[in-house]
């Protein structure tokens, strides 16, 4: 597989609409434990889990789910051959105006949306780091981990990332007829198994959203103490065979789909494993053998996306 002229660094946020900016910043900040950078009540909140200005950024809107993600290059040159990398694949895009990157704590921004199912992505450089550490609060929550999003285009959708747009593909779940399908995505050469996840559906729109959390024990307390402070958990507590992680999933205020995820595995840059083709068992989704219940991955409208 050639690889692309340029290198990721990370997921760097991803962009969600509400239906209402103050009651997801308190969900946020008091029940999962993430911190407000920046709140402008009614047109923005930036919420962090780590050193960047933001983690993920909330939008007031009509209809629940994500806006875009966003990938951080590694440097402005990675930046600069990723335009030219889109202008040599005839795939259109638009530079953020330097008021909003600005806005974002970026240096340069570009936006597109992904061929096939038109999510849209952003591509960013020279991103701010606060001088104060982010301070764990309700959980040891280590990073933003990774996006996983619903496509209807999947047989376009999925070979342009991994073949044009610099993704490698780490696990591949999928059963003889190609009806139920998942692939987990490393943005090269970031070691975490997934920053992206791409399933097979009959819409194109988000499944979630995860988490890193430093310990198992965030995990195992996070299942005790979401429900009593209002959050319903739809999945886990679990380990997934594909990464190796142990999960717990549950709903915001507006029903997306939250993880916290501990151990995933990570991959070595010049000597990774060979991706595995895994079969879309309970077994293989759940090593313990848990089922998800209603509400798992079922809010999440996508913002320009084809529907």
């Given at each position: 597989?050639?690889?692309?002229?340029?290198?990721?660094?990370?997921?760097?946020?991803?962009?969600?609409?509400?239906?209402?900016?103050?009651?997801?910043?308190?969900?946020?900040?008091?029940?999962?434990?993430?911190?407000?950078?920046?709140?402008?009540?009614?047109?923005?909140?930036?919420?962090?889990?780590?050193?960047?200005?933001?983690?993920?950024?909330?939008?007031?809107?009509?209809?629940?789910?994500?806006?875009?993600?966003?990938?951080?290059?590694?440097?402005?040159?990675?930046?600069?051959?990723?335009?030219?990398?889109?202008?040599?694949?005839?795939?259109?895009?638009?530079?953020?105006p330097a008021a909003e990157a600005c806005d974002l704590r970026h240096r340069e921004?570009?936006?597109?949306?992904?061929?096939?199912?038109?999510?849209?992505?952003?591509?960013?450089?020279?991103?701010?780091?606060?001088?104060?550490?982010?301070?764990?609060?309700?959980?040891?929550?280590?990073?933003?981990?990774?996006?996983?999003?619903?496509?209807?285009?999947?047989?376009?959708?999925?070979?342009?990332?991994?073949?044009?747009?610099?993704?490698?593909?780490?696990?591949?779940?999928?059963?003889?007829?190609?009806?139920?399908?998942?692939?987990?995505?490393?943005?090269?050469?970031?070691?975490?198994?997934?920053?992206?996840?791409?399933?097979?559906?009959?819409?194109?729109?988000?499944?979630?959203?995860?988490?890193?959390?430093?310990?198992?024990?965030?995990?195992?307390?996070?299942?005790?103490?979401?429900?009593?402070?209002?959050?319903?958990?739809?999945?886990?507590?679990?380990?997934?065979?594909?990464?190796?992680?142990?999960?717990?999933?549950?709903?915001?205020?507006?029903?997306?789909?939250?993880?916290?995820?501990?151990?995933?595995?990570?991959?070595?840059?010049?000597?990774?494993?060979?991706?595995?083709?895994?079969?879309?068992?309970?077994?293989?989704?759940?090593?313990?053998?848990?089922?998800?219940?209603?509400?798992?991955?079922?809010?999440?409208?996508?913002?320009?996306?084809?529907?």
């Amino acid at each position: 597989m050639p690889d692309a002229p340029f290198r990721y660094k990370k997921l760097g946020y991803v962009a969600v609409n509400v239906a209402d900016l103050d009651r997801t910043v308190k969900f946020y900040r008091d029940v999962v434990g993430l911190e407000v950078s920046e709140y402008r009540k009614g047109e923005v909140a930036y919420m962090r889990c780590g050193d960047d200005h933001h983690s993920l950024a909330f939008y007031p809107a009509a209809q629940p789910g994500v806006k875009r993600m966003a990938f951080e290059m590694e440097s402005d040159e990675d930046l600069e051959a990723a335009r030219r990398h889109l202008t040599a694949l005839g795939v259109p895009f638009t530079a953020v105006p330097a008021a909003e990157a600005c806005d974002l704590r970026h240096r340069e921004s570009i936006r597109f949306n992904i061929p096939g199912c038109g999510m849209p992505m952003e591509l960013f450089s020279g991103a701010e780091r606060q001088a104060k550490p982010y301070v764990p609060t309700r959980a040891n929550i280590l990073r933003l981990g990774h996006i996983v999003i619903k496509i209807r285009e999947f047989d376009t959708t999925f070979p342009w990332l991994t073949e044009k747009f610099g993704f490698r593909v780490s696990d591949h779940i999928r059963d003889d007829k190609g009806e139920n399908e998942i692939a987990f995505l490393r943005c090269f050469p970031n070691p975490y198994h997934h920053s992206l996840g791409v399933a097979r559906s009959n819409a194109n729109q988000l499944h979630h959203y995860a988490l890193m959390v430093r310990d198992l024990d965030d995990v195992g307390r996070g299942n005790n103490r979401l429900p009593r402070e209002g959050a319903e958990i739809v999945f886990g507590p679990g380990r997934h065979v594909a990464s190796g992680s142990v999960f717990l999933y549950f709903l915001d205020p507006d029903g997306i789909t939250i993880e916290y995820t501990h151990g995933m595995e990570e991959f070595s840059e010049r000597t990774p494993r060979e991706a595995r083709r895994l079969e879309p068992k309970l077994e293989v989704v759940d090593m313990w053998l848990g089922t998800p219940r209603a509400g798992f991955g079922r809010v999440g409208y996508a913002e320009g996306a084809s529907h």
